[in-house]
T-cell receptor, first 115, second 113 residues
Framework: NAGVTQTPKFRILKIGQSMTLQCAQD?????MYWYRQDPGMGLKLIYY???????DKGEVPNGYNVSRSTTEDFPLRLELAAPSQTSVYFC??????????????FGEGSRLTVL | LAKTTQPISMDSYEGQEVNITCSHN???????ITWYQQFPSQGPRFIIQ???TKVTNEVASLFIPADRKSSTLSLPRVSLSDTAVYYC??????????????FGKGTKLSVKP
């Protein structure tokens, strides 16, 4: 049982490049989330999903896209990377049968630098 | 969505009890209160969750008054390793379609020797 797995752990992008941050969970969780955390700041919700095929915007969705074709995977796509997207990205999930007030399980994070 | 307000920072010394209060004036009937701990370069980790009155586990206690408009996380006898950021979240615990789970700014706890 690996929990929430994020790849890559580190990545450097050039301005204008695109990439996908991968997130997978093996706990059969319905809810999945993407957060970003800038240095010394709190977490900001980018997108979330309440189940396969259903996604919705969070606080800071601009510049990102997501998809949820399976229960296990919730990739985050960055199009046309900008320096403002330099951050640590955390993926999280919460157990089945619970709403968003349930316990969140976080991945180890993906540190992205855009130069 | 119930917004939460916490102190930005707190200082303590090893061996003391630390109480961090969170305000959530607009909490809904179905909302639960959950606290997370985050160390630098790591994702947040669940500490404790409650609905009303008092909840205690092996690491903390959570006190929730009858009106549920606030909650207090109590850390007994803190050590240097408790230095972290603590977040209070409010959201539906069972069912519901609400997935817009927003973290506040958190409270940065610094424990000194």
């Amino acid at each position: 049982n690996a929990g929430v797995t994020q790849t890559p752990k580190f990545r450097i992008l050039k301005i204008g490049q695109s990439m996908t941050l991968q997130c997978a969970q093996d706990m059969n969780h319905n809810y999945m989330y993407w957060y970003r955390q800038d240095p010394g700041m709190g977490l900001k919700l980018i997108y979330y999903s309440v189940g396969a095929g259903i996604t919705d915007k969070g606080e800071v969705p601009n510049g990102y896209n997501v998809s949820r074709s399976t229960t296990e995977d919730f990739p985050l796509r960055l199009e046309l990377a900008a320096p403002s997207q330099t951050s640590v990205y955390f993926c999280a999930s919460s157990p089945p049968g619970t709403g968003s007030g349930g316990e969140l399980f976080f991945g180890e994070g993906s540190r992205l630098t855009v130069l | 969505l119930a917004k939460t307000t916490q102190p930005i920072s707190m200082d303590s010394y090893e061996g003391q009890e630390v109480n961090i209060t969170c305000s959530h004036n607009n909490i809904a009937t179905n909302d639960y209160i959950t606290w997370y701990q985050q160390f630098p370069s790591q994702g947040p980790r669940f500490i404790i969750q409650g609905y009303k009155t008092k909840v205690t586990n092996e690491v903390a206690s959570l006190f929730i008054p009858a009106d549920r408009k606030s909650s207090t996380l109590s850390l007994p006898r803190v050590s240097l390793s408790d230095t972290a950021v603590y977040y209070c979240l409010v959201g539906e615990r069972y069912g519901g379609s609400q997935g817009n789970l927003i973290f506040g700014k958190g409270t940065k706890l610094s424990v000194k020797p």
